[in-house]
């Protein structure tokens, strides 16, 4: 009789191990076409944030790019540096400083976002738009059923 080699990762959770790969793949492809511009993916974060929220926070920047506000100043650093942002005190608490993009910075931030628009079309080509809003809506619901599950382990 003949023994066969235990269930791999991929064969147990084809759905995670599937989500894992193409992530890994979008973040690589998108990290090569950053460099291109000068840019890596935290920056690219960073600049998205501040973009999509004029006049933000450090502090926000940092929670909603999932970083620590020392990780997230030497990137705001950098990008200032480049003229890319810039800094000001925050008017509602003079401890904390606000981000605003410069023409600079809005252009390599439209530059960027559509490497990455181009990105998703090509992960997406061949994919009708009810496939993709079908992959959405799983996703969220996987997402939001893991948020929840995390808050649960967090009171335990």
């Known amino acids: 009789m003949k023994s066969h080699p235990p269930p791999t990762y991929k064969h147990q959770a084809p759905l995670g191990y599937l989500i894992h790969e193409v992530a890994r793949l979008m973040k690589r492809r998108f990290e090569a076409e950053a460099r291109a511009h000068d840019i890596t993916l935290p920056q690219w ?20 790019i999932d970083t620590d506000p020392m990780t997230i100043s030497g990137i705001l650093d950098r990008l200032e540096k480049r003229g890319l942002i810039e800094r000001a005190p925050d008017p509602t608490d003079s401890r904390a400083k606000v981000a605003t993009l410069t ?10 976002r559509a490497v990455g628009f181009a990105m998703y079309e090509q992960a997406l080509e ?3 738009p009810e496939q993709r809003s079908q992959v959405i809506t799983v996703l969220e619901k996987m997402r939001d059923n893991l948020s929840g599950q995390t808050a649960e382990l967090e009171e335990l």
Do not use: K, W
């Open 103 to 112: 023409p600079a910075g809005r252009h390599l931030f439209d530059s960027a």
């Open 126 to 128: 061949g994919v009708s």
């Open 45 to 64: 974060r960073a600049l998205a944030q501040i973009a999509a929220n004029e006049c933000i926070t450090q502090r926000a920047i940092a929670d909603r």
